[in-house]
């Protein structure tokens, strides 16, 4: 997530190059067509793009506020995450009488959060962060879960038995959500919790399972195929289409003229479909940026700052040595 005042203009034309470099084809063979081989045909009424331009930006601005709205939903979703899970260290501190046992809860919840942004940053076919612009992009920020292992991370916060029985299962979120459970029952019927806080916190581990499959059902589930197919055609059928359809407009202002322009207006085109066009495969872009909330691209919820927030959080309510918090990056994830 962009955390700074805005994207640097340098910075979206770098991001968006290679769109403008197709651009300039799609504007320079028509004209050098229709300027140097007289195919005069090759021109189209203007009134067509006009519509065709009225319809993409329908198509395009629909699927910006859907993406836009999968990205709010899941920056919801892990603020839900990120009070419970404060809620979830002040009850264990407070009403677990022994400190041990406190730790353990808390350490498990932890290794929860591992579990499940690991997860939940795993590629996905339909995903656009190895595109080339986008591949481009990542020297500007850096994604911990593609830097290790969770086998390295999970035994900070597991006993051995539980890591490997974490590490062996399908789900290793769901496996330790089940441990959690499984502890606390065995902690109520060793009377070292009480029934009141024993239905709290097993309420709160529902919680966590709407929360996790929430999350999971953004990353598993994407924006329609239909939906963004259709959006790129139309923006791609657009963009080769305005070229043709200005030739005849700026041919027409050659009689208006003189000078070196005279006869030369035509090549204004290429500069001008290239501006127009590239308002559209921008936006395009910037919606298929925002599809997928948790790819590891620049627009991502920041799960990863997330995470360390609340294990500096919980840790400091034990009395533990809390880490330094995350210094100031513009790109956070």
Same mark, same amino acid.
């Given at each position: ?20 470099? =197709? ?10 067509? !229709?300027? %140097? %081989?007289? *195919? ?5 009424? /203007? ?5 065709? &331009?009225?319809?993409?930006? %329908? ?5 910006? *506020?859907?993406? !836009? ?67 481009? !992009?990542?020297?500007?920020?850096? *994604? ?17 038995? =539980? ?23 065995? +902690? ?12 709290? +916190? ?20 994407? !924006? ?10 139309? *923006?791609? %059928? ?6 043709? &359809?200005? /030739? ?34 921008? +936006? ?12 590891? &691209? ?36």
């Amino acid at each position: 997530m962009h955390l700074g005042k805005s994207y640097k203009l340098s910075e979206f034309l770098i991001w968006t190059r290679w769109k403008i470099y =197709e651009l300039l084809i799609f504007g320079s063979v028509p004209v050098v067509l !229709y300027k %140097f %081989f007289a *195919v005069t045909w090759l021109s189209i009424p /203007l009134t067509i793009v006009v519509l065709l &331009g009225t319809a993409t930006s %329908f198509i395009v601005g629909f699927k910006n *506020v859907q993406t !836009y709205n999968r990205a709010m939903d899941a920056l919801e979703i892990w603020t839900d995450i990120l009070s419970k899970s404060r809620r979830w260290g002040q009850i264990t501190r407070d009403f677990v009488t022994d400190e041990e046992i406190s730790r353990k809860l808390v350490y498990r919840h932890l290794a929860w959060l591992t579990a499940l942004r690991y997860d939940l940053r795993r590629p996905r076919i339909w995903e656009s962060t190895s595109k080339r612009y986008n591949a481009e !992009y990542r020297r500007f920020y850096r *994604v911990p879960e593609w830097e290790k292992d969770i086998e390295e991370l999970l035994p900070k916060y597991l006993s051995p038995s =539980e890591t490997a029985q974490a590490l062996s299962s399908a789900s290793i979120a769901t496996c330790v959500l089940s441990l959690q459970g499984t502890s606390l029952k065995m +902690l109520h019927m060793a009377g070292h919790l009480d029934s009141n806080f024993y239905m709290e +916190l097993q309420k709160t581990i529902g919680d966590f399972i709407d929360l996790q499959s929430r999350s999971e059902r953004f990353k598993n589930f994407p !924006y329609p195929r239909q939906y963004a197919t259709v959006s790129a055609l139309f *923006v791609r %059928f657009f963009c080769l289409s305005l070229p043709f &359809g200005l /030739l005849n407009e700026f041919n027409r202002l050659n009689d208006s003229v003189n000078g070196f322009m005279h006869g030369n207006m035509v090549w204004l085109v290429v500069p001008c479909s290239i501006a127009v066009s590239w308002m559209y495969t921008s +936006l395009e872009q910037v919606g298929e940026s925002t599809e997928n909330p948790f790819e590891g &691209g620049a627009n991502d919820v920041p799960i990863s700052t997330l995470c360390s927030t609340i294990e500096r959080d919980l840790k400091a309510m034990l009395g533990e040595h809390a880490n330094d918090p995350p210094s100031r990056m513009i790109i956070a994830l």
